[in-house]
């Protein structure tokens, strides 16, 4: 038995390499993946044809909870295991107080915009279009609700979805840890469990889940665990030809059926199947062809894309990365963006050069948040240094 499989079996393998830095490859995926999204948010926008969701069957949230494994892992991770469960369990604790807290300050500053939307444009249509009539029309219970995270605005499900998993994340890592193999089949079994018993969490008011149903969900956010808990032990990929074709016959099936209008490959007993992934597939409870597409993303990312490949560290890689590693920040600026654009859109009647403005002016705006946020983080932290610098002088 190779090296790579005792350690997704058993969790013990042979350390490869020493305990890895930051991998610009997250920072960088995550950084596009933010534009994306901030894109995928302007519904009619003609910028969005040219988004990945149209060539592929999972898009940009399955990719963003796959690097919030990843990142947990590298982030927790290395704690857990250098100074334990409970010393790690309150750093986790820590960061989802802070992103319980954007959550909120995000949903009322929505709110806000939309409201003085429909004041200035009389047009109640936004109310309706975020799904915060709920706020209006029953203030003190949607507050209760939002701050018990059963009540998601549209564009607002996200971080309730990352604070659920990161709740979990410890339990996760731990069994990941200790055999990678048995942590992907408990979070299969869980998945498909709850896909067939109809097991989601509330989201009021309504009868409706959640949008992104965590019990799915888990599934990508425990294979990024996986895949940053092999990075952390400085594991390489095995060299799988036959894995490598499988994974680009995945993309390149994927990409047929969804640039074609009809049945790509003119099988009979293959159209309503054809007809079903082109429609789209189930992103509640993350229909199989999503998970088979971004685990093949994923397999040739890490096989052919170095974590120190040139085009990470050039002037567009370090603008992404930039994003990357201030996503919190970047994704609230986003979809505030996101919100206004749509409105703006929408009362311009979507002429073709206001959405390309809009579009690129978003961009722009996100650009320079990232790229002032790594600047001002620079910036403190030598600020911090220098006393301590002055005092070993002393």
């Known amino acids: 038995m190779s090296g790579f499989w005792r350690l997704m079996l058993f969790g013990k393998g042979p350390r490869e390499a020493a305990s890895p830095g930051r991998d610009l490859r997250i920072d960088v995926i995550r950084g596009l993946i933010l534009l994306v999204i901030f894109v995928n948010h302007m519904p009619g926008n003609i910028v969005s044809?040219?988004?990945?969701?149209?060539?592929?069957?999972?898009?940009?949230?399955?990719v963003f909870v796959l690097l919030a494994g990843i990142s947990a892992a590298f982030a927790y991770g290395r704690l857990i295991d250098q100074r334990g469960l409970f010393v790690g369990s309150l750093k986790v604790g820590a960061r989802i107080w802070t992103l319980y807290i954007a959550h909120l300050a995000l949903f009322v500053l929505v709110c806000g915009i939309v409201a003085t939307a429909v004041v200035r444009t009389q047009n109640a249509l936004y109310v309706e279009a975020i799904n915060i009539q709920p706020f209006f029309s029953d203030t003190p219970a949607a507050i209760v609700n939002a701050l018990g995270l059963i009540y998601q605005p549209y564009y607002l499900d996200v971080l309730p979805l990352y604070i659920v998993l990161l709740a979990a994340f410890p339990l996760i890592y731990v069994t990941a840890r200790t055999s990678p193999l048995a942590a992907l089949a408990i979070s299969v079994a869980i998945w498909q469990g709850a896909t067939h018993l109809g097991l989601n969490l509330p989201n009021h008011p309504g009868e409706g889940g959640?949008?992104?149903?965590?019990?799915a969900w888990q599934l990508l956010f425990t294979l990024g665990v996986v895949i940053g808990r092999l990075g952390l032990v400085g594991a390489s990929m095995p060299k799988l030809r036959l894995l490598d074709i499988a994974a680009g016959a995945v993309l390149l099936f994927a990409a047929m059926v969804k640039l074609s209008s009809g049945n790509p490959f003119g099988i009979a007993f293959m159209n309503d199947w054809i007809d079903s992934l082109q429609i789209g597939t189930d992103k509640t409870n993350l229909a199989?062809?999503?998970?088979?597409?971004?685990?093949?993303?994923?397999?040739?990312?890490?096989?052919?894309?170095?974590?120190?490949?040139?085009?990470?560290?050039?002037?567009?890689?370090?603008?992404?990365?930039a994003l990357g590693r201030h996503s919190l920040e970047v994704f609230c600026a986003g979809i505030v963006l996101a919100i206004a654009g749509q409105i703006i859109l929408a009362e311009t009647s979507f002429t073709l050069w206001v959405q390309l403005l809009v579009t690129l002016g978003g961009i722009t705006i996100l650009l320079g948040l990232g790229t002032f946020l790594s600047w001002y983080k620079t910036l403190t932290a030598r600020a911090a240094s220098a006393p301590r610098e002055q005092a070993a002088t002393v």
């Open 210 to 215: 959640w949008f992104f149903n965590p019990f």
């Open 49 to 62: 044809a040219a988004m990945p969701h149209n060539y592929g069957f999972s898009d940009a949230a399955d």
């Open 288 to 321: 199989w062809p999503r998970v088979a597409h971004l685990a093949a993303l994923a397999w040739l990312v890490l096989r052919f894309v170095r974590s120190d490949a040139a085009m990470l560290s050039g002037l567009a890689g370090r603008r992404l990365a």
